[in-house]
């Protein structure tokens, strides 16, 4: 049935430094393999930065776009936050527009543009709400797919220090405050009985090893700079945490914490990130809604003391809510309904 759909797939951010490293790009590699779709990049740099205004993304592709457009079903662009693109001005096929983190606070220029795309896709009520408020009639909920084929309920840690996992390195230089990696080093050296492990991705390592280095974090924080089996890092670790101060510097389900959930360890992340509304419906986790290191240490703290429930809580059908085919059905449907 898949094969008379052919989908031009989006980016809007560069390729992670190390393949398989970036939970979107990963996504969209599987879902060209499914549509038998093509992958192009509207970001034209190799690094990212927040200085590029949207309006110069993807017309060093241009003449690519054109000749996709000749041919595919549906173009379907995957990006951080909901924002306009002139460039998509000059496709003529139907378009999808994936919101892989969140629409942002504020009705969007250019919005007559969007009503117009065929489907905006998020994630999450907080997201489809807020399109809802601003007259946006073409948006759908899709919750993610993610491979947890590899995860399973592991057994608790063995004795030793609580640890604490982090696998969202920062994209830039300001990430280190803004996703909160200060914050998390300064906790950690509050409280000498608990471990951090990072896991980064090539950027900025120099500058985090200076910083663990001068507050004297050695021996509570161990940093992995490859690219790792997360399971087997599962295994030793008892919470994953994910701070952001604004909801658009990471996916609103993030994959770390969901495959963290599929191991049986509970999360610990901000209210700015929509998957806080999931962590608490199902009390699997920690909420935090200030960005200090008192609140960060009080949900230490708090996850420590009710470790066996909150792990107790994690639904056992999550793997079914998040599962891959579902998605991919999912994403069918809408290609379909659309063309």
């Known amino acids: 049935m898949k094969k008379d759909l052919t989908i031009s797939y989006l980016h ?47 017309w060093h592709r241009l003449s690519r776009l054109r000749a996709l457009d000749q041919h595919q079903t549906v173009h379907h662009v995957f990006s951080p936050t909901l924002a306009f693109y002139p460039v998509l001005n000059h496709l003529r096929r139907p378009i999808v527009f994936s919101v892989s983190a969140n629409v942002g606070s504020k009705r969007p220029a250019n919005i007559r543009h969007m009503k117009k795309w065929g489907r905006i896709i998020v994630s999450n009520l907080r997201d489809f709400d807020r399109l809802n408020s601003w007259g946006f009639s073409n948006s759908e909920v899709v919750l993610p797919g993610i491979d947890l084929s590899g995860f399973f ?20 230089k300001k990430q280190f405050e803004t996703k909160g990696i200060d914050l998390l080093l300064e906790t950690v050296r509050a409280m000498p009985e608990i471990k951090l492990i990072l896991l980064w991705r090539g950027l900025y390592i120099n500058d985090l090893r200076q910083m663990v280095d001068g507050l004297n974090l050695a021996s509570q924080v161990e940093i992995i700079d490859r690219k790792m089996n997360v399971r087997e890092i599962m295994e030793r670790t008892h919470v994953t945490v994910l701070l952001a101060k604004e909801a658009g510097l990471v996916k609103a389900f993030p994959h770390s914490l969901i495959e963290s959930l599929a191991s049986g360890r509970p999360v610990i992340l901000s209210d700015s990130i929509p998957m806080a509304d999931y962590v608490l419906k ?32 994690i639904p056992e059908d999550l793997p079914d809510q998040f599962s891959i085919k579902r998605m991919m059905d999912h994403l069918s449907q809408i290609y379909r309904s659309i063309v």
Do not use: M
């Open 12 to 58: 809007t951010t560069p390729a992670p430094p190390f393949d398989g490293t970036d939970a979107v790009h990963n996504e969209v590699d599987r879902l060209a393999a499914h549509f038998n779709g093509t992958i192009t990049n509207l970001y034209p740099f190799r690094r990212p930065s927040s200085l590029l205004p949207r309006a110069l993304y993807g």
């Open 153 to 172: 309920r592991l057994p608790q840690p063995p004795p030793g220090k609580f640890t604490l996992l982090l696998a969202s390195a920062p994209w830039e």
């Open 282 to 313: 199902h009390e699997c986790g920690l909420v935090i809604d200030n960005f200090t290191v008192e609140a960060l240490l009080r949900s230490i703290d708090g996850i420590i003391h009710h470790y066996g429930e909150l792990a107790n809580k």
